[in-house]
Nanobody, 125 residues
């Protein structure tokens, strides 16, 4: 089992920044990738960004150039730096982890076995 604990959500004005953190613990040998997904009311859960242990990344087109995913393997922690936030970025953000063969798999939430409890991000003036 892998436990994921997220932090860093909140309310921010359009154009502002937030950084999300996700600390993993437990059977780390059972995963090789972590990522962030989001789900807005009435919408399906979607990939925001994923990263493998070796540092390969995958971003949703809607966040490319604005969001950056990174990881600290020594701390088993993944970060999502979100800049130039827009109202359409408002959603519940979930940290997830899984064992994948290609980074492209992370496009699908079903690729991740373990999920955090979620943290809310609201972008509003």
């Amino acid at each position: 089992q892998v436990q994921l604990v997220e932090s860093g959500g909140g309310l921010v004005q359009p154009g502002g920044s937030l950084r999300l953190s996700c600390a993993a613990s437990g059977s780390m040998f059972s995963i090789n990738a972590m990522g962030w997904y989001r789900q807005a009311p009435g919408k399906e859960r979607e990939l925001v960004a994923g990263i493998t242990k070796s540092g390969l990344t995958n971003y949703a087109d809607s966040v490319k150039g604005r969001f950056t995913i990174s990881r600290d393997n020594a701390k088993n922690t993944v970060y999502l730096q979100m800049n130039s936030l827009k109202p359409e970025d408002t959603a519940d953000y979930y940290c997830a982890a899984g064992l994948i063969y290609t980074i492209a798999q992370m496009t699908f939430p079903s690729s991740c076995k373990y999920w955090g409890q979620g943290t809310q991000v609201t972008v509003s003036s």
